[in-house]
């Protein structure tokens, strides 16, 4: 069997302002991993985070932004959460009961997937040396679980290091849209792969969650991107004006 990479990485890399990370864009399962579930559910937001992918490819093909994506859904291993974190393997999620991952060998999961994916994201950094990470991630209008609507178009989300982010959601704001400040999630606990990669090197960063329904066709990922890379270099500049 021929080893699959747990990521990508695309775009020209040099020293480059910013650089894109997508923990969840793929929906891939590996032949030899059984999850237990319907495989229609991996084209659902439990599987990946729908439309991720193709507006990161946008940032990196037409706005020069080198990305590093995911290529294994999270329902496989959960990239965007620490190796302890219970649902580093999750064993449900919105509802559903992922059977195949109860009593997974989670270390082996860690070994093939998570450890790799991060290992390579921290070579990608040391080499370009961004000023900002942006990560991108989508979310549900709504949860099966829950009766409450999303009404934002976008959010952002952060732990302690807020500096971009607030300049972010007052330009998204500027733009017309509902903008949830860390919610539907907060970035006080899902802030993973930030936590470990801008926050621990002092890297301002962006957590861009876009409601799927936004990005699901080319034009939406085409507009998005553009907005995006646009309002990333303007929180650059403010950044800069201290």
């Avoid at 998204?172 to 919610?183: A, C, I, M, Y």
């Avoid at 090197?201 to 991107?225: C, F, K």
Wanted: charged share 25%; hydrophobic share 40%; net charge negative.
């Amino acid at each position: 069997m021929i080893e699959e990479s747990p990521f990508k990485q695309i775009g020209e890399v040099g020293h480059n302002t910013l650089l894109c990370v997508a923990d969840h864009a793929s929906n891939f399962v590996p032949e030899d991993i059984e999850l237990g579930i319907d495989p229609k559910l991996l084209d659902t937001h439990i599987g990946v985070d729908i439309g991720t992918e193709g507006l990161v490819g946008r940032l990196a093909r037409r706005h020069h932004i080198p990305a590093h994506i995911a290529t294994v859904s999270r329902l496989v291993c959960d990239l965007h959460r620490t190796e302890d974190a219970p649902a580093v393997v999750p064993t449900s999620s919105d509802g559903h009961l992922i059977t195949g991952n109860i009593g997974a060998n989670v270390e082996s999961r860690l070994n093939r997937f998570h450890r790799p994916y991060h290992t390579a994201l921290e070579g990608m950094i040391q080499r370009v040396k961004p000023r900002m990470l942006l990560a991108i991630h989508s979310f549900t209008p709504k949860l099966a679980t829950s009766d409450e609507d999303r009404p934002w178009e976008v959010a952002l989300l952060y732990n302690q290091d807020d500096r971009a982010a607030r300049h972010a959601i007052r330009l998204f704001g500027e733009q017309g849209l509902t903008v949830g400040d860390n919610e539907p999630y907060s970035g006080k606990q899902l802030n993973a792969t930030m936590d470990r990669h801008a926050e621990a090197r002092g890297i301002p960063y962006l957590t861009i969650e876009v409601r799927q329904d936004q990005i699901t066709n080319e034009a939406g990922q085409s507009r998005w991107a553009m907005m995006i890379a646009d309002i990333a270099g303007r929180v650059l500049l403010a950044l800069d004006a201290g």
